[in-house]
């Protein structure tokens, strides 16, 4: 079945397998963390979800493709504890998603929201 997020992230060098097989969902909480080992990753929350953990990235330039499945806005913590670099102005909002790039030392980058 097509995945409409597959235009998302052309350009980017990740293979369209992973845009469509990704990982299984994850279920995000207030002060919770994602598990950035896949290059798509796809996150829900009961509630809306504040305080949010971005996993760190492996190597420089590593790309991850976050995608709300869910029905509740998830904001990221702040820029040190979250490990993104827009800190808590950084939401994704329902049915959204943010393409992450890893800066090889301490941030993520949303470079794409979409």
Known sequence: MPNPLADLVAGFPITEDAVYE????????????????????????????????M???????????????????ITMATAA??????????????LRACVFIWDGTSRWDCVLSA
Not at 55 to 73: D, L, M, P, S, Y
């Open 81 to 94: 504890t979250s490990n993104v670099r827009m800190g808590a102005t950084c939401a994704i909002l329902t």
């Open 22 to 53: 990704g990982t299984g969902l994850q279920t995000v909480a207030t002060d919770g963390s994602v598990n950035t080992d896949s290059p798509y990753i796809r996150i829900t929350s009961a509630d809306a979800a504040t305080g949010v953990i």
């Open 55 to 73: 996993k760190v990235g492996r190597r420089k330039g590593q790309r991850a493709v976050v995608v709300n499945e869910g029905a509740n806005t």
